[in-house]
């Protein structure tokens, strides 16, 4: 089974960088599509962005295109979400994410889930 750690929340203000970490055991081959998602207090777990592992294209949800950088490392077994000029809208539990196959964006489709780290953003 694909084992996913993710790492990097924390407490930041508006407009600052943060850096989230996805470990992800060696199961996790270029066959998986990984993605993130976000859960904001009382809202739905929903899409940030993702990358496929063969072609590593990335997508992004709207709101974040312009702010917001996944790359992943295949020789580290790591996923990372690059968080600039962050927003208190942004606060949430950031999940890292994985499937076989290509990126989508319903959580359901995904087979593999960390237990997410906090973002705060304060204005």
């Known amino acids: 089974q694909v084992q996913l750690v993710e790492s990097g929340g924390g407490l930041v203000q508006a407009g600052d960088s943060l850096r989230l970490s996805c470990a992800a055991s060696?199961?996790?081959?270029?066959?998986?599509?990984l993605a993130w998602f976000r859960q904001p207090p009382g809202k739905e777990r929903d899409f940030v962005g993702g990358?496929?592992?063969?072609?590593?294209?990335?997508d992004y949800i709207d709101s974040v295109n312009s702010r917001f950088t996944i790359s992943r490392d295949n020789a580290k077994n790591t996923f990372y979400l690059q968080m600039n000029s962050l927003k208190p809208e942004d606060t949430a539990v950031y999940y890292c994410?994985?499937?076989?196959?290509?990126?989508?964006?319903?959580?359901?489709?995904?087979?593999?889930w960390g237990h997410g780290t906090q973002v705060t953003v304060s204005s």
């Open positions: 060696a199961q996790a081959s270029t066959n998986y599509a």
């Open positions: 994410a994985a499937r076989y196959g290509g990126v989508v964006a319903p959580a359901p489709w995904y087979e593999y």
């Open positions: 990358i496929n592992g063969s072609t590593h294209i990335t």
